[in-house]
C-alpha cells in the first residue's frame, strides 16, 4: 500500500486525515483542524500534489488517540497494558518508529489533549479536540509507522472517563512556591486569564516567546507544571496559530518552570484580580464560593474575544488548493456568502427564493441551468401563515421533493438590531437542523430585510451596521450562506432601499423585476451574469382543504434567460430618441474597449456635452431621469447593473 492508500483507509473507516510533510510531522496546509476529511476525491488530490506525503490522523470530533508514549524512558507501553487488563477494548492501533503504540477510539463527548498527566499511568498521553497523529504508512526519519491491530475502531468504555479524571499530583521543584499549588481559586483565576487575556502565539512573530512568558504566568499564579500543561492544553492551546502539538507544547511549559525568574505562586497570595482584564461587566471578586461562575464568564468572553489568524502570502496556494471550492449555486452564490435578493413588491422574490432552497436541498440544478451543491436550507419567513405554508406547498409539488429533503422554514418574527439574542437563535435552529437530517445547512433566507428590524430604520447606519452585524454572525457560527429579501424603493433604478453600508456588505445582488427578468447587479468574487434568468409563474393545485374547498398556489418556472425572446422596441419621443442616440455612441465606444456597459453618470456627461455643442437649452437631471425611463420601458436599453446600462439584445 503507498500513502495514499492508507489515508484512504483511516477515511473508510470514518477518519478525518490531511497531509503530513513527507519524513516529519509537520502538517502540509495550514487551517488542518477543520480542512481534514473523509472525502475521497479531496485525498487523492493532495496526494497528487506529493504521494510522499505523511497521514494526518485528526483526532477530536467523536474520535481520541491514546499515545503509549516510550520516548526518554518514559513508561508507556506497561500503562497501556495495564490499561488494556482493566478496561480497553483492543480497537485499531500502529505503532511509532520509537516502539510506542497508538489506539484510535470512539467518543460520545469532547476529550482534551493530555500529556503524562494521568495519575497512575505515565507515559500515557491523549490526543483530542483539534489534535492529530500520524497514521500507519507513514515514516519520519525513514522509519515507518505501521498496523499493529488492524480491527475496526471501537467506542471508549464509560470507564475511562474516571481514568481521565485522575489528575498527577505537582512535582517537586528546586525553587520552593510561597502557596500551595494548584488551589481551587488559583486554577480558576488560571482559566480565566488564559481566556481573557493570555498572549497569542502566531508561528513566526514571537510564538515561543509568548509562550514561554504565558507558561510563567500559570507559575506565578501558583500552578505545577503538569496543572499548567493541562490548563493551556485546554484553555489556550486550540486558539493559537497554529496550535502547538502537545507533546511540543509540554516542553515549552517545562522550559518556562525551569528558567522563568517569577516567584513562584506569588500572584496567588492576594485575592485581587488585576492580572485578569475581563470584558464582563463589573470586575468580578474571586471565592470559592463563585469559581465555577467567573470561570463561565471567562469563557464567554473568550468566545466573544476576536482572533486573528497570520498566515505568510507563501502558503495562499496551499491553502487555496487544500480545500474542495464549491459554489452554493454555481456561478451565482457562493458559500458563506451575503446576498440579496430584491425587487418591487409582487416581483416573485419569495417564489424564487423558495425555488432555490429546495433545489439546494435537493440537490438539483436551479433555473435548470445552475448546477447546486447539496445542504439543508431554512428560510427565516417573516411574512409567513398559511401563504407562505402553500408557496412551499406548491415548490414540493413541482420539484417532486421527498419527506427527506432538507428544506425547513421558520414562521416566526426575529429581530436583527436588538441584541444578539434572536440571531443565537437562528444559529441554534441551523445546528439543531444539521444533527437531525444529516447534512449542514447551507442557505439561510431572511425574509424580509425590512422585517427583521423590527422598527428600526433600514435608512440609519446604525441600524443597518447592526443588520449587517447580526448577518455576519450567522454566517460565521453556520458557514452558511445568507439571503436576505428586500425592495426596491419608487426609483427602481436606484436599486434596493437602504443605507449604503448594505450594498458595501453584500457579495452578491440579484434584481428581480415585476416582469421575472434576474439580473446580477453586484458580484465580489463570481464573474456577473447579466442574463440570469427569466422566471414566470405557473399555477398548481394543492389539494383539497378541511373545507372541501380546492387550494391552489403558484410555483416558479423558469425560461432561457431575460432576452431570449426578443420583442421590437417600442418608438421612442424625439428627446428619448435623441437621448438614446447619445446612448448608442457611447455603448458602442464601450463594447470596443470591453466594458459591458455604460454608467449613468457617463451618459448624462456626455449628453449634456452633445447638447452644448449643438447650442440647445440647459437640460435638468429630471428630464434626463425621465428620457432614460422611456427608453428602458421601450425596450431599446437594459439594466445591468446599479447605475450600469447597456443596449437591449436586437437593438443596434
Request: aromatic share 8%; net charge negative; with cysteine.
Given at each position: 500500500?503507498?500513502?495514499?492508500?492508507?489515508?484512504?483507509?483511516?477515511?473508510?473507516?470514518?477518519i478525518?486525515?490531511?497531509?503530513?510533510?513527507?519524513?516529519?510531522?509537520?502538517?502540509?496546509?495550514?487551517?488542518?483542524?477543520?480542512?481534514?476529511?473523509t472525502?475521497?476525491?479531496?485525498i487523492?488530490?493532495?496526494?497528487?500534489i506529493?504521494?510522499?506525503?505523511?497521514?494526518?490522523?485528526?483526532?477530536?470530533?467523536?474520535?481520541?488517540?491514546?499515545?503509549?508514549?516510550?520516548?526518554?524512558?518514559?513508561?508507556?507501553?506497561?500503562?497501556?497494558?495495564?490499561?488494556?487488563l482493566?478496561?480497553?477494548?483492543?480497537?485499531?492501533?500502529?505503532?511509532?518508529?520509537?516502539?510506542?503504540?497508538?489506539?484510535?477510539?470512539?467518543?460520545?463527548a469532547?476529550?482534551?489533549?493530555?500529556?503524562?498527566?494521568?495519575?497512575?499511568?505515565r507515559?500515557?498521553?491523549?490526543?483530542?479536540?483539534?489534535?492529530?497523529v500520524?497514521?500507519?504508512?507513514?515514516?519520519?526519519?525513514?522509519?515507518?509507522?505501521?498496523v499493529?491491530?488492524?480491527?475496526?475502531?471501537?467506542?471508549?468504555?464509560?470507564?475511562?472517563?474516571a481514568?481521565?479524571?485522575?489528575?498527577?499530583?505537582?512535582?517537586?521543584?528546586?525553587?520552593?512556591?510561597?502557596?500551595?499549588?494548584?488551589?481551587?481559586?488559583?486554577?480558576?483565576?488560571?482559566v480565566?486569564?488564559?481566556?481573557?487575556?493570555?498572549p497569542?502565539?502566531?508561528?513566526?512573530a514571537?510564538?515561543?516567546?509568548?509562550?514561554?512568558?504565558?507558561?510563567?504566568w500559570?507559575?506565578?499564579?501558583?500552578?505545577?507544571?503538569?496543572?499548567a500543561?493541562d490548563?493551556?492544553?485546554?484553555?489556550?492551546?486550540?486558539?493559537?496559530?497554529?496550535?502547538?502539538?502537545?507533546?511540543?507544547l509540554?516542553?515549552?511549559?517545562?522550559?518556562?518552570?525551569?528558567?522563568?525568574?517569577?516567584?513562584?505562586?506569588?500572584?496567588?497570595?492576594?485575592?485581587?484580580?488585576?492580572?485578569?482584564?475581563?470584558?464582563?461587566g463589573?470586575?468580578?471578586?474571586?471565592?470559592?464560593?463563585?469559581?465555577?461562575?467567573?470561570?463561565?464568564?471567562?469563557?464567554?468572553?473568550?468566545?466573544?474575544?476576536?482572533?486573528?489568524?497570520?498566515?505568510?502570502?507563501?502558503?495562499?496556494?496551499?491553502?487555496?488548493?487544500?480545500?474542495?471550492?464549491?459554489?452554493?449555486?454555481?456561478?451565482?452564490?457562493?458559500r458563506?456568502?451575503?446576498?440579496?435578493?430584491?425587487?418591487?413588491?409582487?416581483?416573485?422574490?419569495?417564489?424564487?427564493?423558495?425555488?432555490?432552497?429546495?433545489?439546494?436541498?435537493?440537490?438539483?440544478?436551479?433555473?435548470?441551468?445552475?448546477?447546486?451543491?447539496?445542504?439543508?436550507?431554512l428560510?427565516v419567513?417573516?411574512?409567513?401563515?398559511?401563504?407562505?405554508?402553500?408557496?412551499?406547498?406548491?415548490?414540493?409539488?413541482?420539484?417532486?421533493?421527498?419527506?427527506?429533503?432538507?428544506?425547513?422554514?421558520?414562521?416566526a418574527?426575529?429581530n436583527m438590531?436588538?441584541?444578539?439574542?434572536?440571531?443565537?437563535?437562528?444559529?441554534?435552529?441551523?445546528?439543531?437542523?444539521?444533527?437531525?437530517?444529516?447534512?449542514?445547512?447551507?442557505l439561510?433566507?431572511?425574509?424580509?430585510?425590512?422585517?427583521?428590524?423590527?422598527?428600526?430604520?433600514?435608512?440609519?447606519?446604525?441600524?443597518?451596521?447592526?443588520?449587517?452585524?447580526?448577518?455576519?454572525?450567522?454566517?460565521e457560527?453556520?458557514?452558511?450562506?445568507?439571503?436576505?429579501?428586500?425592495?426596491t424603493g419608487?426609483?427602481?433604478?436606484?436599486?434596493?432601499?437602504?443605507?449604503?453600508s448594505?450594498?458595501?456588505?453584500?457579495?452578491?445582488?440579484?434584481?428581480?423585476?415585476?416582469?421575472?427578468e434576474?439580473v446580477?447587479?453586484?458580484?465580489?468574487?463570481?464573474?456577473?451574469?447579466?442574463?440570469?434568468?427569466?422566471?414566470?409563474l405557473?399555477?398548481?393545485?394543492?389539494?383539497?382543504?378541511?373545507?372541501?374547498?380546492m387550494?391552489?398556489?403558484?410555483?416558479?418556472?423558469?425560461?432561457?434567460?431575460?432576452?431570449?425572446d426578443?420583442?421590437?422596441?417600442?418608438?421612442?419621443?424625439?428627446?428619448?430618441?435623441?437621448?438614446?442616440?447619445?446612448?448608442?455612441?457611447?455603448?458602442?465606444?464601450?463594447?470596443?474597449e470591453?466594458?459591458g456597459?455604460?454608467?449613468?453618470?457617463?451618459?448624462?456627461?456626455g449628453?449634456?456635452?452633445?447638447?452644448?455643442?449643438?447650442?440647445?437649452?440647459?437640460?435638468?437631471?429630471?428630464?434626463?431621469?425621465?428620457?432614460?425611463k422611456?427608453?428602458?420601458?421601450?425596450?431599446?436599453?437594459?439594466?445591468?447593473?446599479r447605475d450600469?446600462?447597456?443596449?437591449?439584445r436586437?437593438?443596434?
Amino acid at each position: 500500500m503507498n500513502k495514499r492508500d492508507y489515508a484512504l483507509k483511516y477515511a473508510g473507516l470514518g477518519i478525518r486525515v490531511f497531509p503530513i510533510i513527507a519524513q516529519t510531522k509537520e502538517p502540509a496546509i495550514k487551517g488542518w483542524p477543520d480542512l481534514a476529511t473523509t472525502d475521497r476525491a479531496t485525498i487523492e488530490r493532495w496526494w497528487a500534489i506529493d504521494e510522499n506525503y505523511n497521514i494526518g490522523v485528526a483526532t477530536g470530533q467523536g474520535v481520541i488517540a491514546i499515545d503509549a508514549d516510550t520516548k526518554n524512558g518514559k513508561p508507556g507501553l506497561a500503562s497501556l497494558e495495564a490499561l488494556d487488563l482493566e478496561i480497553l477494548p483492543r480497537s485499531f492501533r500502529t505503532t511509532t518508529p520509537s516502539q510506542g503504540v497508538h489506539v484510535l477510539l470512539r467518543t460520545k463527548a469532547p476529550v482534551a489533549n493530555r500529556v503524562d498527566s494521568i495519575d497512575g499511568y505515565r507515559g500515557i498521553d491523549i490526543r483530542g479536540e483539534n489534535g492529530y497523529v500520524l497514521g500507519a504508512g507513514s515514516e519520519v526519519d525513514g522509519k515507518p509507522y505501521t498496523v499493529l491491530s488492524n480491527g475496526g475502531i471501537e467506542d471508549m468504555p464509560e470507564e475511562f472517563n474516571a481514568v481521565l479524571a485522575r489528575r498527577t499530583k505537582h512535582k517537586d521543584h528546586t525553587e520552593n512556591p510561597v502557596t500551595d499549588l494548584d488551589d481551587e481559586v488559583s486554577i480558576a483565576k488560571a482559566v480565566a486569564w488564559l481566556a481573557t487575556s493570555a498572549p497569542e502565539a502566531v508561528e513566526g512573530a514571537g510564538g515561543d516567546e509568548a509562550t514561554f512568558r504565558t507558561a510563567a504566568w500559570l507559575r506565578d499564579l501558583g500552578l505545577s507544571e503538569p496543572a499548567a500543561l493541562d490548563a493551556m492544553l485546554e484553555h489556550w492551546n486550540d486558539n493559537q496559530s497554529p496550535p502547538w502539538q502537545p507533546d511540543e507544547l509540554a516542553i515549552k511549559v517545562s522550559n518556562a518552570y525551569a528558567y522563568a525568574s517569577g516567584t513562584w505562586g506569588g500572584r496567588s497570595v492576594s485575592a485581587d484580580f488585576d492580572a485578569v482584564e475581563m470584558d464582563v461587566g463589573e470586575r468580578p471578586v474571586l471565592t470559592r464560593d463563585n469559581v465555577s461562575q467567573v470561570v463561565a464568564q471567562a469563557v464567554e468572553a473568550k468566545r466573544k474575544r476576536a482572533r486573528f489568524t497570520i498566515v505568510k502570502g507563501a502558503s495562499a496556494i496551499t491553502r487555496a488548493l487544500a480545500s474542495e471550492h464549491k459554489p452554493l449555486i454555481e456561478g451565482v452564490i457562493n458559500r458563506n456568502a451575503f446576498a440579496l435578493l430584491y425587487g418591487k413588491p409582487g416581483a416573485t422574490k419569495t417564489f424564487n427564493a423558495i425555488d432555490m432552497c429546495v433545489c439546494i436541498a435537493m440537490g438539483k440544478p436551479w433555473a435548470d441551468q445552475y448546477e447546486t451543491t447539496q445542504h439543508a436550507t431554512l428560510y427565516v419567513a417573516l411574512e409567513g401563515g398559511v401563504e407562505f405554508d402553500k408557496r412551499v406547498s406548491t415548490a414540493w409539488l413541482h420539484h417532486n421533493a421527498k419527506d427527506d429533503t432538507p428544506f425547513f422554514y421558520l414562521s416566526a418574527g426575529i429581530n436583527m438590531v436588538r441584541d444578539d439574542e434572536d440571531a443565537k437563535a437562528v444559529i441554534k435552529f441551523a445546528h439543531q437542523i444539521a444533527e437531525q437530517s444529516g447534512f449542514k445547512v447551507g442557505l439561510i433566507v431572511i425574509d424580509t430585510l425590512n422585517r427583521s428590524l423590527s422598527g428600526g430604520d433600514e435608512n440609519s447606519n446604525v441600524d443597518m451596521g447592526l443588520f449587517v452585524r447580526h448577518v455576519d454572525l450567522i454566517r460565521e457560527e453556520t458557514n452558511s450562506a445568507v439571503l436576505v429579501i428586500h425592495h426596491t424603493g419608487k426609483d427602481e433604478a436606484k436599486g434596493a432601499r437602504g443605507h449604503s453600508s448594505l450594498l458595501a456588505a453584500l457579495d452578491t445582488e440579484i434584481f428581480v423585476s415585476g416582469e421575472g427578468e434576474m439580473v446580477v447587479t453586484k458580484q465580489r468574487d463570481l464573474p456577473e451574469i447579466d442574463a440570469l434568468a427569466n422566471s414566470s409563474l405557473v399555477d398548481i393545485d394543492i389539494g383539497v382543504d378541511a373545507g372541501g374547498r380546492m387550494l391552489r398556489s403558484a410555483a416558479v418556472r423558469y425560461g432561457e434567460g431575460m432576452g431570449s425572446d426578443f420583442v421590437e422596441p417600442m418608438p421612442l419621443t424625439d428627446d428619448e430618441k435623441a437621448f438614446y442616440d447619445v446612448f448608442e455612441t457611447l455603448a458602442n465606444r464601450a463594447r470596443s474597449e470591453g466594458r459591458g456597459a455604460v454608467s449613468w453618470r457617463e451618459w448624462t456627461v456626455g449628453y449634456l456635452a452633445h447638447v452644448s455643442g449643438s447650442g440647445a437649452g440647459a437640460v435638468g437631471e429630471r428630464a434626463m431621469a425621465r428620457w432614460r425611463k422611456g427608453v428602458v420601458d421601450a425596450g431599446w436599453v437594459v439594466k445591468k447593473k446599479r447605475d450600469q446600462y447597456a443596449l437591449a439584445r436586437g437593438c443596434p
